[in-house]
């Protein structure tokens, strides 16, 4: 779960919603790459200027 917080803090810039948000893609995102696409693949992720390619 400490993976989890890294990349709200790196990638989105913030802490994590909650502990059960960190909890809920711990657990549905067990393999590092799959987290890593998911958080990538957001919404917010996507709105911030310095990811638009």
């Given at each position: 779960m400490d993976?989890?917080?890294a990349l709200d803090r790196?990638?989105?810039g913030?802490?994590?919603e909650s502990e059960a948000a960190?909890?809920?893609?711990a657990a549905r995102h067990e393999a590092l790459e799959a987290l890593i696409r998911?958080?990538?693949d957001s919404e917010e992720a996507?709105?911030?200027v310095?990811?638009?390619v």
């Open positions: 993976v989890v917080r790196v990638v989105l913030r802490e994590a960190v909890a809920d893609h998911m958080l990538f996507r709105s911030l310095w990811f638009v």
